[in-house]
């Protein structure tokens, strides 16, 4: 399934939810031809993030809504900050309100805090990571938005890279199993996807580069020193792989670690302890 059929879906499961045998409090309040315009007015400072969604939610409950934008995805807004105006059948807009303000909402409180973490790497190598540690159903949109707020998407889902974590390697029987295993997977079914391989110690991490043939390792829950020796022993040993600082990592420490040289710190509080951004859809 395509991205666009994704979001479709998750529109549409959203609207059937929200609206189930109909709006009744609109419905006996608002004549069927009454039309009129609403504006979506920025209470709060940040990045605004799902104006792009918003739209197709108008337009997936009525298309001949019309939204004229002042400011797209990616703008860094104000409280008083008008985003854009959606005028016609005052019906559909009152039916859809919710449901864009809340996926614009979450989704821009995601790309303001992505944004602050992203301004923090400032002078040094490192991105920031998302996780998978996303609301059901929304994985995708929180997703965008912190690619909107400057960030890098790990990967989406189970489909889409191979990543050997804890779990795997214990029941897997170890390291070496574990990367051999993924390795003859990929040889077997000719899939090409990208080996990631979490290590919880020095002696993994060496077990690690000893065996080879992943793409990037994962640092679980080292300290800013460790990570810096680890930083060491990869280039030391002449190894390309790709580094990744996850575990705990918050807006105070995101810089220490930064700072060792790593290529990657992935932090699971861009999507699972968001503050969404002040913002609201009044009638003008």
């Given amino acids: 399934m395509t991205e666009k059929e994704l979001i479709r879906n998750l529109i549409l499961l959203a609207l059937t939810e929200d609206i189930g045998d109909g709006d009744h409090t609109t419905l006996c309040s608002i004549p069927e031809t009454e039309e009129g315009k609403s504006k979506l007015l920025i209470k709060e400072e940040g990045v605004l993030a799902g104006v792009d969604v918003g739209i197709d939610v108008f337009h997936a409950f009525d298309p001949e ?4 934008v002042f400011l797209g995805d990616g ?4 409280p008083g900050d008008v985003a854009f105006i959606v005028s016609g059948k005052v019906r559909s807009i009152l039916q859809t309100e919710r449901l864009v303000l809340n996926i614009m909402q979450r989704m821009s409180g995601i790309a303001t805090i992505t944004n602050r973490y992203m301004k923090l790497l400032k002078g040094t190598p490192a991105k920031v990571l998302d996780t998978r540690k996303t609301t059901p159903g929304m994985r995708i949109l929180e997703k965008q938005a912190v690619k909107i707020g400057g960030g890098e998407n790990h ?4 489909f889409d890279m191979i990543l050997l974590k804890d ?3 214990d ?9 051999r295993g993924a390795q003859r997977y990929l040889k077997e079914k000719n899939k090409k996807l990208k080996i990631e391989i979490e290590v919880r ?3 993994e991490l060496e077990e690690a580069l000893r065996v080879g043939g992943m793409d990037r390792i994962m640092l679980d829950n080292f300290a800013p020193a460790q990570t810096l020796e680890a930083v060491k022993r990869v280039k030391a040993a002449n190894n390309r792989v790709e580094l990744e600082s996850s575990g705990g990592i918050t807006i105070d420490t995101i810089r220490e670690y930064a700072e060792t040289g790593v290529d990657y710190i992935s932090v699971g509080a861009l999507t699972h302890s968001v503050k969404s951004l002040d913002m609201s859809l009044k009638a003008i």
């Fill in 167 to 169: 779990n795997h390697v």
């Fill in 201 to 203: 110690n020095f002696d």
């Fill in 155 to 158: 990967r989406i889902g189970l």
């Fill in 75 to 78: 703008s860094h807004v104000k």
């Fill in 65 to 68: 809504l019309q939204v004229e």
């Fill in 171 to 179: 029941f897997a029987g170890g390291i070496e199993n574990a990367i």
